[in-house]
């Protein structure tokens, strides 16, 4: 079955940058357009970065130019780089498949939160 992993999140200044990494296994992950989303306190899950197999990528406007997602489909490995963080960046990351979100699922990860002090 599905499972991803999230990690790497933590309470920063802002300014600072981070890199989060989600594991992904249950399947072949090389076939699959992945996203990173985020759900801020108070609010919905967004989808704010998306990569597809062959590494186009798409941002939402909020992080464009300051996000940046990678994939390493050998390790099944995804990747977002935060630089310079911002308060407003404060929530709690998680990693899907976007197909797997348009098909019904229900299952996310544990998410890894990033908090961002001023």
């Known amino acids: 079955q599905v499972q991803l992993v999230e990690s790497g999140g933590g309470l920063v200044q802002a300014g600072a940058s981070l890199r989060l990494s989600c594991a992904a296994s249950?399947?072949?992950?090389?076939?699959?357009?992945m996203g990173w989303y985020r759900q801020a306190p108070g609010d919905g899950r967004d989808l704010i970065a998306d990569?597809?197999?062959?590494?186009?990528?798409t941002y939402a406007d909020s992080v464009k130019g300051r996000f940046t997602i990678s994939r390493d489909n050998a390790k099944s490995m995804l990747y977002l780089e935060i630089n310079p963080l911002k308060p407003e960046d404060t929530a709690v990351y998680y990693c899907?498949?976007?197909?797997?979100?348009?098909?019904?699922?229900?299952?996310w990860g544990q998410g890894t939160q990033v908090t961002v002090s001023s």
């Open positions: 899907n498949g976007l197909n797997f979100i348009v098909r019904g699922s229900q299952y």
């Open positions: 990569i597809t197999r062959g590494g186009t990528t």
């Open positions: 249950g399947f072949i992950f090389s076939d699959e357009v």
